[in-house]
């Protein structure tokens, strides 16, 4: 099962709750799932970062760890923009909903959303990241 020792080079958390992305570091790092956590408490700050490194391969995210319900740049806002970058930034950083909303029409819309890979409810566990790690490299 050698799969499962893969590691990601960079993770991005995009979350306005401090507690939350506290807990979905520590997990990615205590599993080991990436070498590097980049985390934004806003979806406006996350866009910002991607805008200033989207020629850097590099700085770029595998995978976004992305929050729908966030104050003024929300998980949608923040996929409508998202689908504005280039191609770089688009085929290197995969998206996949970090979210505790229950919302099914919220789940439907963002799901449906060509960058979203996957969809988890909060908190991050193991067996989640065992299972991307699995099914999204």
């Known amino acids: 099962m050698d799969t499962l020792i ?9 979350d306005d709750n401090d507690t939350d992305n506290f807990i979905s570091k520590r997990i990615i790092e205590i599993t080991k799932f990436s070498k590097r956590v980049e985390v934004k408490n806003s979806g406006k700050s996350a866009l910002d970062y991607l805008r200033e490194n989207q ?14 319900n966030m104050p003024i740049v929300d998980g949608f806002v923040f996929l409508y923009e998202f689908d504005k970058f280039n191609e770089l930034v688009k085929n290197k950083s995969k998206i996949i909903i970090l979210s505790s909303s229950d919302n099914k029409r919220d789940i439907d819309k963002i ?21 991307i790690r699995l099914n999204s490299f």
């Open 111 to 131: 799901v449906n959303n060509n960058h979203v890979i996957k969809f988890i409810t909060k908190p991050l566990t193991e067996s989640a990241l065992d299972e």
């Open 6 to 14: 893969k590691t990601t080079d960079l993770v991005m958390l995009v």
């Open 55 to 68: 020629n850097n391969v590099e700085q770029l995210p595998n995978i976004i760890f992305l929050d729908i």
